[in-house]
């Protein structure tokens, strides 16, 4: 029972340290990787998917601006849909999953580490959780890799408890585990079976059994995700192909980075920033460390395969990017605490000090790379403009072209949001061939084939003209430029590049204008829309 309360008041703790100042953060908002400063677009992404879920049905395919979504799996989308749906459109329930997901990574660090090793190690491993940035971060946000680093550390908290996996509940919970993980990111649900395989070849005594039993338990929970993927294998199997092939091959194997820094150095440099305080515990650890392995000591030997297979995988996809080390972080803490000297007493009272004083500390920086950020509003320049221009209520179809507003517009209540890029390289065109092939994305100097097009959608199970000419690509500024005049109905919230590329604004009327863009509003005002939820998203 006493353990069963320290779990609780763990949870609800991290759940409270997540939690806090969510609803006055704006969808898209803060920095999913702080070094590089880049954005949270992929929560406006699910976040529109989850809303489109409730607002047009549709539960079984998310649908992005009209069109159909397969780049990940639907878990996250339908929690967070089914949040939404029981508490009102909005931000916090818009993100309840992720937090709930954070704090069940918290309690699941802390049972794991106080049953390998008794005494100060679990709440060393909660501390931990909590205050390392990438985890604060994305528990914070509507995203997937919360979610799947949840589900890795359940199928790792089953074995860890049982690590022959022969008890009913252990099997239960491992083939739950991991089905959730693959509902959540496809193949990277996978990878607990792979630590799994790795550990039963390893772990001496029963191989062959253990093998043999991992690959059960990991075909059931392969069947009991499997339904999903088959429904539309079925139904949409281009759409699928096209979709999970750009995020599985293309991005995984994409020369085009997010920066230009080594692909180890980038994730060592991401390591030493969210989590020095595990890495410098598991280094002064190793000794012991390699010791408990060659020993074959069940739990750090499974702790050990997780992270090699988490590891590696990160390391041979070639897309680099913070959130990917989201499920390797956990494991890292978990090996730290429970292979570091320092967690002895009398070492241990004043270890679980020091990382409650850096958790403030960081707290108390959160503009820093290793800092914890409860900024209030957000970090997109355009969301306030965006915010107020939904309030007006027009009904005109809104382009946002040259921008990086995150695709917050998209979780707006606005009639309908058209984006414009300058892409002078085609990139689009070579990662995304067959949105182009479709019509949903064109060439800015391009005319549309909408019999074609639309045709080519009912072919691919899209009975819908919607997604038409959702997306622009231009290869310069003056050729984006050129859409505004071919649309006079329409409103406009451009970039000053494209702005100062405008021949004449005859055909609008300026609204706004900022240092970083230009609104451009019709002439003529459609039908007053009626939002359907908050403007504030």
């Given at each position: 029972m006493r353990r069963i309360a320290q779990a609780a008041a763990v949870f609800a703790g991290a759940f409270l340290i997540f939690s806090y100042g969510l609803p006055h953060a704006g969808i898209g908002s803060g920095w999913i990787d702080p070094v590089a400063r880049l954005g949270a677009q992929d929560e406006s992404v699910y976040t529109h998917e989850a809303i489109r879920m409730i607002t047009h049905g549709g539960w079984m395919t998310p649908t992005l601006s009209g069109r159909y979504s397969f780049e990940k799996p639907p878990l996250l989308i339908w929690l967070s849909a089914l949040s939404m749906k029981c508490f009102g459109i909005g931000r916090f329930s818009a993100r309840l999953p992720a937090v709930l997901a954070g704090a069940l990574v918290a309690v699941l660090a802390f049972c794991i580490a106080s049953a390998a090793r008794p005494g100060p190690a679990g709440w060393a491993a909660a501390l931990l959780v909590v205050s390392n940035p990438l985890l604060f971060t994305m528990a914070r946000h509507n995203m997937t890799d919360i979610l799947l680093a949840a589900a890795v550390l359940g199928a790792l908290a089953a074995q860890a408890g049982d690590p022959a996996l022969s008890l009913r509940r252990s099997q239960v919970a491992f083939v739950l585990s991991v089905s959730a993980g693959i509902l959540t990111k496809s193949l990277a649900g996978l990878l607990p079976p792979m630590a799994a395989f790795l550990f039963a070849a390893v772990s001496g005594k029963g191989r062959r059994q253990r093998l043999r039993r991992t690959a059960v338990l990991s075909g059931l929970a392969v069947l009991a995700a499997a339904p999903w993927f088959?429904?539309?294998?079925?139904?949409?199997?281009?759409?699928?192909?096209?979709?999970?092939?750009?995020?599985?091959?293309?991005?995984?194997?994409?020369?085009?980075?997010?920066?230009?820094?080594?692909?180890?150095?980038?994730?060592?440099?991401?390591?030493?920033?969210?989590?020095?305080?595990?890495?410098?515990?598991?280094?002064?650890?190793?000794?012991?460390?390699?010791?408990?392995?060659?020993?074959?000591?069940?739990?750090?030997?499974?702790?050990?395969?997780?992270?090699?297979?988490?590891?590696?995988?990160?390391?041979?996809?070639?897309?680099?990017?913070?959130?990917?080390?989201?499920?390797?972080?956990?494991?890292?803490?978990?090996?730290?605490?429970?292979?570091?000297?320092?967690?002895?007493?009398?070492?241990?009272?004043?270890?679980?000090?020091?990382?409650?004083?850096?958790?403030?500390?960081?707290?108390?920086?959160?503009?820093?790379?290793?800092?914890?950020?409860?900024?209030?509003?957000?970090?997109?320049?355009?969301?306030?403009?965006?915010?107020?221009?939904?309030?007006?209520?027009?009904?005109?179809?809104?382009?946002?072209?040259?921008?990086?507003?995150?695709?917050?517009?998209?979780?707006?209540?606005?009639?309908?949001?058209?984006?414009?890029?300058?892409?002078?390289?085609?990139?689009?065109?070579?990662?995304?061939?067959?949105?182009?092939?479709?019509?949903?994305?064109?060439?800015?100097?391009?005319?549309?084939?909408?019999?074609?097009?639309?045709?080519?959608?009912?072919?691919?199970?899209?009975?819908?003209?919607?997604?038409?000419?959702?997306?622009?690509?231009?290869?310069?500024?003056?050729?984006?430029?050129?859409?505004?005049?071919?649309?006079?109905?329409?409103?406009?919230?451009?970039?000053?590049?494209?702005?100062?590329?405008?021949?004449?604004?005859?055909?609008?009327?300026?609204?706004?204008?900022?240092?970083?863009?230009?609104?451009?509003?019709?002439?003529?005002?459609?039908?007053?829309?009626?939002?359907?939820?908050?403007?504030?998203?």
């Open positions: 088959l429904y539309h294998l079925v139904l949409h199997r281009e759409w699928l192909a096209a979709d999970m092939g750009f995020q599985i091959l293309t991005v995984g194997v994409s020369p085009t980075q997010t920066s230009q820094e080594n692909h180890l150095a980038f994730y060592i440099v991401r390591l030493l920033y969210s989590s020095p305080l595990a890495v410098v515990l598991a280094a002064g650890g190793l000794g012991g460390w390699v010791a408990a392995v060659r020993r074959r000591h069940q739990v750090v030997l499974l702790l050990t395969c997780y992270l090699a297979v988490l590891a590696g995988s990160v390391l041979a996809f070639r897309f680099h990017s913070q959130q990917y080390l989201t499920p390797v972080i956990p494991v890292l803490i978990l090996i730290a605490v429970v292979c570091s000297p320092l967690l002895r007493r009398p070492l241990a009272g004043p270890l679980l000090a020091v990382i409650a004083a850096v958790f403030v500390f960081k707290a108390a920086n959160p503009d820093r790379p290793w800092g914890l950020s409860y900024r209030q509003g957000t970090t997109i320049t355009a969301a306030p403009a965006l915010s107020a221009y939904c309030l007006e209520g027009r009904g005109n179809d809104l382009f946002v072209m040259g921008l990086n507003d995150e695709f917050y517009a998209l979780t707006l209540p606005l009639a309908r949001v058209r984006y414009a890029w300058i892409d002078p390289d085609g990139i689009a065109a070579r990662n995304r061939p067959h949105l182009f092939h479709l019509g949903v994305v064109r060439q800015a100097g391009v005319a549309g084939e909408e019999a074609i097009h639309a045709s080519r959608l009912r072919a691919w199970g899209l009975d819908s003209t919607e997604p038409l000419a959702s997306a622009f690509v231009g290869r310069t500024a003056g050729e984006l430029a050129s859409l505004v005049p071919r649309h006079p109905q329409a409103d406009f919230l451009i970039s000053r590049d494209i702005a100062r590329a405008l021949p004449s604004l005859a055909s609008h009327k300026v609204a706004m204008i900022s240092t970083d863009y230009v609104f451009l509003y019709s002439w003529t005002r459609a039908n007053a829309h009626t939002p359907g939820w908050t403007c504030g998203m």
